[in-house]
């Protein structure tokens, strides 16, 4: 059991690794606004599904992998 849980958990662990660095910075933020280079509403929202979609599993995978790693360290698994 332990084995099967251990190479879940490498699969978790790669493919958060993964995901997380696919996102998208944010770097746009104060220095866009203050220089006038602000985003209008539609390009805002152009890629918003998919940044949504990319948060969402993000949120999902990291769930996963603090679950795993709890039961990875509990002791009653053999």
Excluded at 36 to 53: C, F, I, L, P
Excluded at 59 to 67: E, R, S, T
Aim: net charge positive; hydrophobic share 55%.
């Amino acid at each position: 059991m332990r084995t099967a849980l251990t190479i879940v958990f490498i699969i978790v662990s790669v493919a958060l690794m993964i995901v997380v660095l696919m996102q998208e910075g944010k770097e746009n933020g104060l220095t866009g606004t203050l220089t006038g280079s602000a985003d209008t509403y539609w390009s805002k929202n152009k890629g918003r599904s998919k940044d949504a979609v990319m948060r969402k599993i993000t949120v999902v995978l990291a769930v996963l992998f603090f679950l795993l790693a709890g039961a990875l360290s509990s002791k009653f698994i053999d």
